[in-house]
């Protein structure tokens, strides 16, 4: 116990910020004894004289304790501190502890605030903690120009997971262009959702704006597991549609059947399913945030009852909040989408 609070004040303390092994010792600290983490450090949000990084310091730790115990006392520290570096600690640590009581707060904190970062921050928060009381305002993300703020689509409705597909489906024909394209992108490419194939297509013949039925397609494209139903698509754009950068990609798809079949079977063959190995590699990516780990390995073990917790850990990967994790993202979702077309290759 007292190395891990050694630990924190040399983080709470150090003129710049501690190395990342410092973070790190804490986390694993606090994680064997968080409930005595939190009962020594809740009195020292009560004292005087502390630094910023003090502040900051401790509230993160004790978001790190995910004791409800806490709830109250950050809140406090949120609403009586002037720091935007404690603030912005306080609003984590708040929904890395969770709860309703916690969401209602950061509720309360997005509708107190006009500004546009500092609201984001909130929805991305709102989005790690799964709260469907925010999926509303999270339109909001939806909202901006996908070319310049896809990004923020991916975080918020990631890390939202399976409970945002309802909302994004109803979203998907909107009058509003930038909402159906973020709509349609994060449902393909971010969700992967199998219940959006039917409304994708529908939304395909409906869709006036060329560039946007273009992004439709690669979203079906990428999460239509059947290879029938894929071929079936693709010929009926092939017979119906004039745009010719439309033809082109279906007739890409249709060409190439025969190699996404042997890939299946390859990825079939490697499949050396184990539980226990599952786990063992799971566990080492998610506690990293998908930093440590062999997805080679976790692929090789997986089946698709392991999708739950493969789309867990995408969401854990996205708690990084960082453009590179976008790429260990997907890499689970190729896991995702083999299993699933392995299943269905399978007789």
Known sequence: MDDVLSKIEQAATSEEKAPSSVYEAVAEGVEKNPAEVSRKLLPRLQEKGLTERQLATYVWALGLTKEPTALEPIMDLHRRSESTLVKQNSLRALATIGGKEAGKYLLSALDSTTDKEIRFNILNLLGQMQCEAALPKMEEVLRKDPREFYWQSIFVFGKMGDKAVPFLLQKVGDKNRNIRANAVNILGTGLIAPEAVKPLQDQFWKETDTELRSVTMDSLLRIIADLAQVRSFCEEVVAK?????????????????DRVKAAIASAAKAKRVSKDSFQQEYARLFKSAGKKGDYKALAAASTIDDEPKLKALRQRILQRDSDEAFYDYQKVNEIILMNRMIGRERP
């Open 241 to 257: 549609e004039k745009e010719e950068n439309l033809v082109k990609p279906a007739r890409k798809a249709i060409e190439s059947m």
